[in-house]
C-alpha cells in the first residue's frame, strides 16, 4: 500500500506492501450488480489475501506493542507517527468509530470491519464522482462534483487538490490514491466532508476562525487574504455601526441608562449619520489589526511549539488560549491609539463632532502622547479572557454538533456562524465590565 491514509502532510507513507506492476494508470471495473467488496477488489487489483495482509499490516503498525488490540493511546501515537496533527481530532473519532462494542478497545476484527465499511463508502463516492467510468477520477469530474455539492473552487486550487491526492503526479486520481487519502478519515464520506478535509490536511489553522494556506508564498499573495479579510470587516463594522455607537453612549452615561432616550439624543444631535460617527476609523483600523494578530499568532505558535519539542504538532488548547490571547494583545495595543480617538469621537458632546485630524491634534497638544493609551490596561485585561472564553465554547460547541447533531458531518457554515455567536456573545458577556471600565 503506497502513500498515507489521510496524511497531514504529502508523501507520508503507511508501511509499505510489495506493489504489483499496474498495466495502465485507470483500472476500469466492468462487474455488474450492486456495489460489493468484489468491485474494490477489483479496482485495487488485489485478491481477498492480499486485501487481508494490507489490513493486517495496518493494525499490526498501530498495535506496535503487540497487544491484540488498540486502544486510544496506540491509535493517537500510530496518527502522530503519520504526521496527522492531533488538533484535527482524528484519533479520538477513528477510535470511537472502530470500537464497535464500546468496550475501551479495538481488536483487529473491529478494525477490519471499519476497513470494509470505509472502503465500499469510498468506492461508492468514487463512482458517483467518475462519471465516465473509465476507473479514474479526471480534474473536471471532481470540479463538477465539487460545484453540485455548491462548493465554488477556482483553476488553482482544483490543481492543488489533485495534486495532493495523486501521488504519482499524473494528473489523475485513481482509487487506490482516492482510498490512501481518505482511508483514516472517519467522518462521512460525502464529497462536503471530503473537501473540508483536504481543506484541514492543505491549510494551516489560526485559530479556527480563519486559515491561510500553507504554501501560500507559492501559490496566492498574502495580500489578497488581507484585502478580503479587511473588506469583509468593513462590511460587518459598517453594518453593526449604530449598535456600537449606542453601546459607547450607553456605557459613558452616569446615571441610569436606558436605551429609547440614547436613540433619541442621537436622532436629535446628528440624524440618521450620528448612528455612524466614528466608523470610518473603525473601519480603518481593521486591516492592520487582523495582520498584526495573525503574524503574532503564528510567531508564538511556533515558539510553543519549539518548546514542547516531539509535540510541537499540537500546542493543545492551553497552548492556543497563550497564543490567542497575547496575540490579541499585541493587535489591541498597536491599533489602540485609534481605537481611543473612535471613542472620543463617539462620546464627544457640545455641538457638532470635530474632525479626525483636529481632534487627534488636540489630545496630542492638550493631553500629551500617553493620552493615546488611556484604558489599555482594562482592555488587555480583557483580550486574555474573551479570548479564551471564545475559542474554548467555540470548540465545545462545534464538537458536539459534530457529534449529536450532524452524525460525525463536518459542521456547515451557518452550524459554525451559531457556534461563533454563541461563544463570542458569551465571551463578550463576561468581558463586559473591564470594557465599561475602559471606555469611561
Not at 478580503?228 to 460587518?236: F, K, L, Q, V
Not at 470635530?354 to 496630542?364: A, F, R, V
Request: net charge negative.
Amino acid at each position: 500500500m503506497s502513500g498515507a491514509a489521510g496524511q497531514g502532510v504529502e508523501h507520508v507513507s503507511l508501511p509499505k506492501m510489495e506493489a504489483k506492476p499496474k498495466p495502465g494508470c485507470c483500472n476500469p471495473v466492468k462487474k455488474s450488480g450492486p456495489i460489493s467488496m468484489d468491485h474494490v477488489l477489483l479496482a485495487l487489483r488485489e485478491t481477498k489475501e492480499e486485501r487481508e495482509l494490507r489490513i493486517r499490516s495496518l493494525f499490526d503498525f498501530f498495535d506496535a506493542a503487540n497487544a491484540g488490540f488498540l486502544d486510544y493511546a496506540q491509535i493517537e501515537k500510530g496518527l502522530s507517527a503519520l504526521q496527522i496533527p492531533a488538533e484535527y481530532k482524528y484519533a479520538n473519532d477513528l477510535f470511537k468509530v472502530c470500537d464497535a462494542n464500546r468496550d475501551g478497545r479495538v481488536d483487529y476484527q473491529e478494525f477490519k470491519r471499519y476497513m470494509d465499511d470505509k472502503e465500499l463508502e469510498l468506492y461508492r463516492i468514487f463512482q458517483a464522482i467518475d462519471v465516465e467510468h473509465n476507473g479514474c477520477i479526471l480534474p473536471e469530474e471532481l470540479w463538477d462534483a465539487l460545484v453540485k455539492a455548491g462548493i465554488q473552487i477556482d483553476d488553482e486550487e482544483l490543481a492543488r487538490f489533485v495534486e495532493h491526492v495523486d501521488k504519482d503526479n499524473n494528473g489523475i486520481i485513481t482509487f487506490e490514491e482516492w482510498r490512501d487519502f481518505l482511508l483514516l478519515y472517519p467522518h462521512e464520506a460525502t464529497i462536503e466532508n471530503i473537501y473540508h478535509h483536504w481543506e484541514r490536511v492543505c491549510l494551516v489553522d489560526i485559530g479556527e476562525h480563519a486559515v491561510i494556506p500553507e504554501g501560500i508564498s507559492k501559490h496566492v499573495k498574502r495580500s489578497k487574504y488581507f484585502i478580503a479579510g479587511g473588506i469583509a470587516g468593513a462590511a460587518s463594522r459598517t453594518a453593526t455601526a449604530p449598535l456600537d455607537r449606542l453601546k459607547v453612549v450607553l456605557q459613558v452615561q452616569t446615571t441610569r441608562a436606558s436605551i429609547l432616550p440614547a436613540i433619541k439624543k442621537i436622532w436629535k444631535e446628528d440624524g440618521l449619520l450620528g448612528f455612524f460617527r466614528g466608523n470610518g476609523l473603525n473601519v480603518v483600523k481593521v486591516a492592520p489589526e487582523s495582520a498584526i494578530k495573525f503574524y503574532a499568532y503564528e510567531m508564538l505558535k511556533n515558539v510553543l511549539g519549539d518548546s514542547m519539542g516531539d509535540d510541537k504538532g499540537d500546542i493543545g488548547a492551553s497552548g492556543r488560549l497563550i497564543a490567542g490571547g497575547v496575540a490579541g494583545a499585541v493587535a489591541q495595543s498597536a491599533i489602540y491609539p485609534m481605537d481611543l480617538v473612535k471613542t472620543r469621537l463617539q462620546t464627544y458632546e457640545g455641538g457638532k463632532a470635530p474632525k479626525l485630524g483636529k481632534l487627534t491634534k488636540d489630545i496630542w497638544v492638550q493631553e500629551g502622547p500617553r493620552a493615546f493609551y488611556k484604558g489599555l490596561v482594562p482592555s488587555l485585561l480583557g483580550i486574555i479572557p474573551y479570548a479564551g472564553i471564545d475559542l474554548a465554547v467555540y470548540e465545545t460547541l462545534k464538537d458536539f454538533s459534530r457529534t449529536y447533531i450532524l452524525q460525525d458531518s463536518e459542521p456547515g457554515p451557518l452550524v459554525q456562524l451559531g457556534c461563533g455567536t454563541i461563544s463570542g456573545g458569551l465571551g463578550a458577556t463576561c468581558v463586559y465590565p473591564l470594557q465599561v471600565i475602559r471606555t469611561r
